[in-house]
């Protein structure tokens, strides 16, 4: 199907909207018939050259008083669901009164396989049939989807009866799914949805599957192999890695059979996901998409998968999900929680503000770790994964466990404006537990921000594409573990740092005589006291040395305490006090596990050399890793040479000069 044709399609079904229920229902509700519609004249129309067959084999087993019909209705129909009504779609568009076509209606919906059932509950498309019966448009929206200005049958319609000149091609399940998410993209465009909760843009869904598949494509076997994905909307991925998993196996001369599973919460794009499986006559696999939420009700929970693929929601708050894990602070889902080597606990929760990464960590618990190809995995991610979070932080701790463990094989950073709703800029993950000797121990970063084709025309805000061979060109890097300026290769050190915390010390000068408020103390005779013994240390002990001056009081700990406020300043020039840091001094110094000499050399050259009494408090380091693009691909403008500048500068002077003497000859 080109682009035209599906244009076309999608064009044809956004006016059903307008023509149909305008003025009945508000803009942005048109999804909720439109969406289930489109579905329902899919499987219509895969099921209208069965019907007879099936209807006939129905008669046959309710004579014979069988109940349970679906298994041997679905087997006629050829699908993985089937309809036992005695309508197809296009029978009730015959029908004069409103109350004839809501019966035969939903009739028709009843007659429906249980799986279809359950997508048509999340649709809640059921609630919408009083609305348009009321209003008198439902046969007018199914005339439309019936219409023979549209085929969403998989079977070309011809003009002629020979069938020799096609009128509309024949709609294959890839140009169903493309519609799906292009209507959709749609929909949410004028909804103003946040951007990451729609589909991914198929040229990144298939770099991403590319970058998956191509660098183990040689070690293939005749096998079955699983694809999972823990926020699969529609389906898109997990379609595309399905085909070009297939393609490659092929190619290599392999035999393989794929089982694909996800997860979804919103009600709509699970259901768009799992009647796509179902058009493609995966009956079983629509079965292994759950629904819910990855986070705090995960679906497959015991599993584990060769493939993973997934752009999972970004800055988007997982404050709920939270809460029903019992509160960020008491979540002790293994998922998110790990043991160092030596046993220290590491907690990888996030901010719940944005819960991106705890996707990531979702599919690296479900890696496998005895198969000889391991697990890889595809994720897109905005730039908040990869640096956002300090030492100690959930953030750093979930990118401190991937890097120590090896996991990760190269971060890319995409074009701006590749997604429909949103501009920012966005990176692919590549991880695997399997990774080729050459990359053990690295990291490779690509600049593939400037590795773009524009499009000629907007999609949203997407207003670029990656080629087929721009996606080749990426993958080639990749592979290849090319260097250049787009390309870069570090040790996995590289990005790890310890966050340390120097300490100088508190330096305070007495102020004996100042006044003491009485009103500190519990009664005169405490402050009476308390004014004695330091006017009498005052005659002896040292003004610029607190502790001396303190333990010449011989007042207790506590009175010290509410006095000191009163009489002392801060000075430079005073004696520390004895183990206590001054708060206004203290410093927190990032030192990368690259410097030379690690903590103690960098206290040395950097630290001691300026303030010779500074000193770590062991205690609050912390260990930290963050990727910074930026940092390793940021190239500075060129500035203009100086010459440029005043030759600039003396030609604006001379057309200066020309027009006041042309003013001045103007005047005279």
């Known amino acids: 199907m080109d682009n035209q044709v599906h244009n076309q399609i999608v064009s044809f079904i956004w006016g059903i909207a307008d023509d149909c229920l305008r003025d009945v229902y508000v803009r942005g509700k048109y999804r909720d018939v439109i969406l289930p519609m489109t579905v329902i004249r899919r499987l219509d129309a895969l099921l209208e050259g069965s019907k007879k067959a099936v209807l006939d ?40 009164k409103k109350q004839t076509l809501r019966t035969d209606f939903e009739a028709y919906l009843d007659g429906f396989s249980p799986n279809v059932q359950e997508i048509l509950e999340k649709f809640k498309f059921r609630n919408q049939i009083s609305t348009m019966i009321e209003a008198d448009i439902l046969g007018a929206v199914i005339e439309k989807f019936v219409s023979p200005d549209i085929n969403l049958s998989p079977d070309p319609v011809y003009k002629d009866d020979a069938k020799t000149i096609v009128r509309h091609p024949g709609l294959d399940n890839h140009g169903m799914g493309t519609i799906f998410e292009e209507l959709i993209r749609r929909f949410n465009e004028e909804n103003n949805e946040e951007a990451g909760e729609h589909w991914t843009p198929r040229d990144v869904v298939e770099l991403m599957a590319d970058l998956v598949f191509i660098p183990v494509a040689d070690q293939i076997k005749d096998a079955t192999y699983s694809c999972y994905d823990g926020a699969c909307g529609t389906g898109g991925m997990l379609t595309v890695a399905n085909d070009r998993l297939l393609t490659l196996a092929k190619k290599h001369g392999k035999n393989v059979s794929i089982h694909l599973f996800g997860q979804e919460i919103n009600p709509e794009t699970y259901a768009i996901a799992k009647a796509d499986l179902l058009l493609k006559g995966d009956g079983e696999q629509a079965e292994h998409i759950s629904y819910g939420s990855t986070l705090s009700l995960d679906g497959n929970a015991t599993m584990q998968f060769d493939f993973m693929l997934s752009n999972p929601p970004y800055g988007k708050s997982w404050k709920t999900d939270a809460e029903k894990m019992g509160g960020k602070k008491e979540i002790l889902d293994t998922r998110f929680n790990t043991y160092l080597d030596g046993g220290e606990y590491l907690s990888m929760i996030p901010r719940t503000s944005d819960g991106q990464l705890l996707f990531l960590l979702n599919n690296i618990s479900k890696m496998k770790k005895n198969t000889p190809l391991g697990s890889r995995i595809a994720e897109v991610h905005n730039g908040s994964s990869i640096f956002t979070g300090d030492a100690g932080s959930g953030e750093s701790n979930a990118r401190r466990y991937m890097i120590e463990n090896d996991l990760v094989e190269a971060i890319i950073a995409l074009p701006e404006n590749m997604f429909y709703n949103t501009g920012i800029g966005t990176y692919i993950w590549i991880l695997s537990n399997r990774k080729e000797e050459r990359r053990k121990g690295k990291i490779q970063l690509i600049d593939a921000t400037a590795m773009k084709s524009p499009l000629r025309k907007n999609m949203g805000k997407k207003n670029c594409e990656l080629t087929p061979e721009i996606r080749n060109e990426i993958v080639r890097i990749f592979t290849e573990m090319e260097e250049s300026e787009v390309s870069k290769i570090f040790k996995s050190d590289e990005f790890g740092y310890w966050s340390v915390s120097v300490e100088r010390p508190l330096r305070l000068r007495v102020y004996p005589e100042r006044h003491i408020p009485a009103d500190i103390f519990k009664n005169d005779e405490v402050y009476n006291v308390v004014c004695d013994a330091i006017k009498a240390a005052a005659k002896t002990a040292p003004t610029d040395d607190w502790t001396a001056f303190a333990k010449a009081t011989n007042l207790r700990a506590a009175n010290l305490k509410k006095v000191r406020p009163f009489i002392t300043e801060r000075d430079a020039d005073a004696k520390p006090v004895d183990g206590e840091p001054d708060a206004d001094l203290r410093d927190t110094e990032n030192i990368p596990f690259t410097y030379e000499g690690g903590i103690d050399a960098f206290m040395r050259n950097e630290v001691l050399t300026y303030a010779p009494d500074a000193w770590i408090d062991e205690k609050k380091t912390q260990i930290g890793y963050e990727i910074s693009f930026t940092k390793y691909f940021y190239k500075p403008v060129k500035l203009r040479e100086m010459s440029e500048i005043i030759a600039d500068l003396q030609e604006l002077e001379k057309q200066a000069d020309g027009m006041m003497a042309g003013i001045m000859e103007g005047i005279s």
């Open 57 to 96: 084999m129905k008669e046959k087993l309710d004579a014979a008083g069988i109940d349970n019909q679906w298994g041997a209705l679905c087997n006629i129909a050829g699908q993985a669901f089937c309809n036992a009504s005695p309508f197809c779609l296009r029978d009730l568009t015959s029908r004069a």
